[in-house]
């Protein structure tokens, strides 16, 4: 593609930019200035604080870090007659090495700013991880970076903005871009540096952490990039700057249906309406004036082409948090130019630098034994469930229980964070005990710039709050549940049933709080992390300020774990409160065993049974008081037999009697309905242990029409009920395995049994 927009020629003196320098050889004084020049454009972005060549948790290579772009960019400034180079945010967070600096040293001498002053950033736009550490913290990072004093090494580094607006003002807080000149045949040629922060930090991060300020200007209603770039920009840049060239580096993704999950990993929403979030097409195709675009937040490795307004293609590169974009553009002295084709270099292909390392070194150094340490021992049974999202776990119950003992409140949300297919049992390995360190509190919460709050809310606030959160599950043809994310909270301390085939506002029941229906105006002290405080209605993606109206100016705000007496030394950070939690259970002598569950919940696909079906702790009970009443007690087991459900006389004694054994996964699921099949297989264990049932091998014909539904697991129960008749068939002859019993249905089959011969 080229570009016309400059045809007069600008003699200039031979003033060379320093990247421009680096890449030139010593030209004779009388020898033909060159007609045009390659230069090579260079991004990076979503690193994630990857300082260094091993990860301090795992002790596994990081194969895509700092390290590697040194090397790369020292090869590529050698090969091209200049080089501009640019980071596109979202760096100091996401690694142990920087969690480390931020939250125990204040992020004094930042290792990242180091590397990328080492390395020769010509810019840096902010990412919205930069804003999850306060103004303070930030500022540290910021005068690393500008710092013209031999206290750092390499060189300085502008930090861009254009969009972090000061709401009195209304001019950004940061310079928002940057001219670079590239003298071409003795003419100059100008390429101008735009920054672009994403637009939904209020949806993430808390507002003292931008305070007094916002990410569009108070008139762009929409808070789009395209009025930003039409209304302030774009005359700014190719009028008053008379830019060449204009690269627009955003730290937003491409479309709206991309959404950043992790390392190099991008997942599709299905989502194709506008997002403020990922907006980088829709600011191509709405403008012009653009000639390439630098994407990123979404971890989305690849190039894009894209028509803006007038059909013109725009190039848009996105290192994806693992590559180095290249793209070389061949730009001429009477002002044309010509962009080539745009790759992502692989950085596992680059040596680490020696130089960059070994200023790293100290940083991992400090970072290890902080997080290796054994902070208690891990012992117990623990379930191995890695479907976080969609059945409740000993994983999440930990959490929980965490949370509550930082807050003190009476209950806990959290949506689960954990690194893919992780629980904690898996630290077991089948031994008895393993030690427990800080390293592992990551593996199964992974986001340590979740900071700890309580706030009040009323019973209506959390249910409709959980009712909002069903809407990001996808019940599949096959009766599966998928779907689930950040936005996703579970609710411990109140026991509640989803059923995903009731309407929507109405698929949370029986929501009880200490064995009570709760209420619409009980207030309740709940613990959570600072994301949901951060939404207002500026921006509120996962919905929590639509539907609470509580944000962190209200006085619905307790307590603050960032800043609390307890907790402010480690900024209140949720992975680092578990820490502390485990660190206490081990000073008080235990070890840490799975918690006994204060609260359960289930999802379901179907609807919710109507009011006077039995569930399986009423039908239980029911058996246990008609097994009991004339005989004298037995004894129960020592242990609880299940997760789910303590304390309990009737499921001790009947789980001795070897009457119920449960769903096989240390589960008892109190609160399902309980069906004909589960039932018929209760009733033939009961009668078994009355000495009323069958013995020795035995077996009968199912004759019920819709024999081959039964679960295998139920068929003697089954073929028990065939000859004992306690659930009764219709004239269909259908048995209905799954169906389920209403309170006369229980009695009059317990009435059948006991009256058994």
Known sequence: MKGTSRTARRLTACVLTGALAAGFAAVPALAAEPASLEIGIYSTTDMHGKCYDLNPIDGKEVKNSYLKVATAMEEERAAMDGTILIDNGDIIQGSSIISYNMNMEGGKDNPMAICLRYIGYDAFVPGNHEFNFDMETQQIFYDMLSDTSSKYPGKPVDALCANYINVATQEPNLTPYKVMTFDVGGSEFKVGILGFENVNVPNWDLPTHYEGSDFVHKDNTERTYAYEWVNYWQKELREKEDCDFVIVASHSGEDSGLVGAGDGDAVETGKTDFSPENQ????????????MVI??????????????????????????TSTLTKTPVTIRSDGTFTIGESENLDLTTYENDAGLKALMQPYYDRTLPFITEQIGTLSGDWDDETDLFHVQSDTMNLVHEAQLWATGADLSLASPVANKDFCIGQLLDGKDSAPISLKDCYSFYKYDNNLIYMIQM?????????????????VEADGTITGGGFGTDQLYGMD????MGNPEGSRVVNLT?????????????????????????????????????????????????????????????VTLVIAEYIKAMTAEGKEITPPVAKSHWTLNAGTSPAADTVTRLQFAESLYQAMTADAETLAAPADEPFTDIADNTAILWLSGQKVISGDGTGKF??????????????????AAALDKGPQGTWAVQIPYADASSISPWASEGVMWNVIQKYLPVGADNQFA????????DADAAIAALMAQK
């Open 496 to 499: 509640y049933d989803i059923y």
């Open 737 to 744: 395995p799954q169906g389920t019993l209403t309170q006369a």
């Open 513 to 573: 709080y200490q064995g009570k229906p709760v209420t619409d105006d009980q207030t309740f002290k709940v613990a959570l992390n600072s994301y949901r405080l951060s939404a207002n209605a500026a921006g509120d993606e996962f919905g929590w300020y639509a539907t609470t109206g509580i944000t962190m100016g209200t006085d619905a705000v307790l307590w603050d774990g960032s800043v609390s007496e307890e907790f402010g030394s480690i900024g209140g950070s």
């Open 295 to 320: 994407a990123g937040h979404n971890h989305k490795v690849g190039v894009t082409e894209m028509k803006n307004a007038d059909g013109q293609t725009v190039p848009c590169v996105n290192g994806g």
């Open 458 to 474: 009323t019973g209506k606030q959390i249910k409709d709050w959980l009712e909002d959160c069903t809407k990001d599950f996808t």
């Open 669 to 686: 699921n109190p609160n399902a309905p309980i069906t004909r099949e589960q039932a018929a297989v209760m009733l033939m264990n009961a």
């Open 280 to 291: 980088v097409r829709h600011l191509v195709e709405n403008t012009t004036g653009i000639d």
